[in-house]
C-alpha cells in the first residue's frame, strides 16, 4: 500500500500555506498558487533543473535550469481602477547546487548555515508528524 495523497495547512498570523501533493493523478496539480485579495499566481510547471539532468544537459550550460515562456507563471489580478490584467512572469533562474555549495562551505570552512539546523529538524518534525497521523 503506498500513501498517494497529502494535505497539510500551515497559520501563520494572517497567512495560511496549504501544501498538497499527490503521484498518482491524471493532470498535475500546479507548482505553485498563491492567493491575495486582489489577485492570485499560478505556476503549472515544476523548476527545469532536474528536467534537464534526466537529459543529461547538465549544470555547465547557460540555459541550464531556464524556464522557456510556457514554463512561465501567470499573474492574474485587478488594478486599484478595477481594470483586470493576466500576464505571464519570467521564472528566476533556480541553482540546487548552492544547498551543496553551502553545506561545503559550513563544513570545510566553518561557514554559518543558510539553512538552520532548527529549520531542517522543524521540517523532520513536520513530516514525523505527518506519517504518525497516517498510520
Do not use: C, W
Not at 503506498?2 to 498570523?13: E, G, P, T, W
Not at 498538497?20 to 492570485?40: D, H, I, N, Q, T
Not at 505556476?43 to 524556464?67: A, C, I, Y
Not at 478595477?82 to 555549495?101: F, N, Q, T
Amino acid at each position: 500500500r503506498m500513501n498517494d495523497y497529502f494535505d497539510l495547512d500551515f497559520h501563520y498570523q494572517n497567512l495560511k500555506v496549504s501544501i498538497k501533493s499527490s503521484f498518482f493523478r491524471l493532470k498535475e496539480r500546479p507548482s505553485f498558487v498563491a492567493y491575495g485579495k486582489k489577485g492570485m499566481f499560478v505556476k503549472q510547471t515544476r523548476d527545469r533543473q532536474e528536467e534537464h539532468l534526466k537529459l543529461f544537459h547538465m549544470p555547465n550550460n547557460s540555459d541550464f535550469g531556464v524556464d522557456l515562456p510556457e514554463h512561465y507563471g501567470v499573474l492574474t489580478y485587478m488594478d486599484d481602477e478595477g481594470v483586470y490584467h493576466e500576464e505571464k512572469v519570467v521564472s528566476e533562474k533556480g541553482d540546487y547546487a548552492r544547498v551543496y555549495d553551502d553545506l561545503y562551505n559550513a563544513i570545510v570552512n566553518g561557514a554559518e548555515k543558510v539553512t538552520k539546523d532548527e529549520e531542517t529538524l522543524l521540517q523532520m518534525e513536520i513530516i514525523e508528524t505527518g506519517i504518525a497521523g497516517m498510520v
